[in-house]
């Protein structure tokens, strides 16, 4: 198994030392522009989820927080496994695209291909339409950790896969408890509250679960 991850490390840092350097510069960005970008889409989802039903906002809220959450658990497993980085262990691999990481900074799993994972899956919980968009994207932020020679394969695939079953379960769980939370903010007596939680859709009715029964109306 070793053998196998460490040929596919090297194949994958020789085809990116054969890259163009701008490319090489462009993978090296996109490494970190990704995160930011996720973040702006977090911001993005809210904002339209403020007119949008309860349920809408719930999600949109958890999204970035079940990051959150994806993150520390990939770093409590990090710190647990103590894997070394490849651009240090693997034998005649050539050198990392950027800088190694400090001895201590562990490689398994990719702490950046869990917060896409788990970023592209909230996202696309909230806002279906980006899932497009935001699946590729994680998927990309994953493979240039690779590239850039910094992780190993299995890494960043283990790390995507944390993510993302984090953020799923994590939003099917909380999503009515926290729209239920939204709900009251928006009948806060609180304006910074009630700007937070949004205005919702007036004109939308209220889910099923949440009508009397006609028998019960007057």
């Keep these: 198994m070793d053998t196998m991850t460490d040929d596919l490390y090297r194949d994958v840092t020789d085809f990116a030392h054969d890259t163009p350097t701008w490319f090489q510069h462009l993978a090296e960005v996109w490494t970190e522009l990704g995160l930011l970008l996720f973040g702006a889409l977090f911001i993005v989802a809210w904002w339209r989820a403020r007119r949008d039903d309860p349920r809408a906002f719930a999600i949109a809220v958890l999204a970035p927080l079940v990051t959150a959450v994806a993150y520390v658990c990939s770093e409590t497993l990090k710190s647990a496994v103590d894997e070394e980085r490849p651009c240090r262990a693997v034998a005649g691999a050539l050198p990392s695209i950027v800088e190694c990481p400090a001895y201590g900074d562990w490689s398994f799993p990719s702490n950046h291909s869990t917060i896409a994972g788990a970023a592209a899956v909230g996202l696309a919980l909230a ?92």
């Design 127 to 218: 806002w279906p339409r980006i899932a497009a968009l935001t699946l590729p994207m994680a998927v990309l932020m994953a493979f240039s950790r690779v590239f850039v020679g910094v992780h190993y394969p299995h890494d960043v695939v283990v790390g995507l896969l944390l993510g993302a079953v984090l953020a799923f379960a994590l939003v099917r769980v909380a999503t009515r408890p926290v729209a239920r939370v939204g709900e009251a903010m928006r009948g806060s007596s609180t304006g910074v509250v009630r700007w937070f939680a949004g205005p919702g859709n007036p004109n939308q009715q209220a889910p099923a679960s949440h009508r009397r029964p006609a028998s019960h109306r007057r």
